[in-house]
Structures are given as C-alpha cells and as structure tokens.
C-alpha cells in the first residue's frame, strides 16, 4: 500500500530550524511532484512549498520563502522540508503530498486537490 510518512517534528524556539522528512513506501514516488502543506490551529490546510519530479523546479510560499528549503532524494524516496528562521506563525501540523498525475513533469502543483497521496502530518511548534 502507498504510503507517506513525515517525521522530524517539535518543539522549538523562534529563530531555530527543524528538518522534517517524508519517506515514501509501497510505490516509487520519484517520478512526482511533492508538496508540503501545513494546517495551524483554527486556518486551512495551506500550501508550503513543492518540488518537482527531479528537483529541478521548486516553488514556494510567500510566507516562507527564503526560510525553508524542500529537496528530494529519489534514490531514498525521500523528500526534505528544511525549515530556518521559524516563527510562531509556523506553528502547524506539516504533511507531505505526491501529485502522482504529472509523473516527469516541470509542474510544481500548489492547490491541494492535485495532490493523491497524502503523509498523516507532523507537528511543528514554535514557541516564542
């Protein structure tokens, strides 16, 4: 069964940095676009950022851009969140997503709804 499983979260104070991983299982994720996606308490699920197929084309949030950094290691079947600088505002629970219809693509999807497989989250929290 296809499966994606995060995990790196925690507890850290403003201006840390966390490593989150997404490790997929039951199928080889590397031909798609990743994403990840956070949801903090009482907002919507919100796009974070993505990669495509061969980590050549990332794109991100405004809200992160220039803090986090995602990369990929297809032969691990494994994608990176690497999270700098955080703030309380990042306080979420982060999941990681494959677009498993746009295999080999320079397309990096950032509405939910293209994604079809989805990690159960990992939580960050940022204290200030």
């Known amino acids: 069964q296809e499966q994606l499983a995060e995990s790196g979260g925690g507890l850290v104070q403003a201006g840390g940095s966390l490593r989150l991983s997404c490790a997929a299982s039951?199928?080889?994720?590397?031909?798609?676009?990743m994403g990840w996606f956070r949801q903090g308490p009482g907002k919507e699920r919100a796009f974070v950022g993505g990669i495509n197929w061969n980590g050549g084309n990332t794109f991100y949030a405004g809200s992160v851009k220039g803090r986090f950094t995602i990369s990929r290691d297809n032969a691990k079947n494994t994608v990176y969140l690497q999270m700098n600088n955080l703030k309380p505002e990042d306080t979420a629970l982060y999941s990681c997503?494959?677009?498993?219809?746009?295999?080999?693509?320079?397309?990096?999807?950032?509405?939910?709804?293209?994604?079809?497989?989805w990690g159960q989250g990992t939580q960050v929290t940022v204290s200030s």
């Open positions: 997503a494959a677009a498993g219809q746009y295999p080999h693509s320079w397309y990096v999807p950032v509405d939910s709804n293209d994604y079809n497989y």
């Open positions: 039951g199928r080889t994720f590397s031909n798609d676009p």
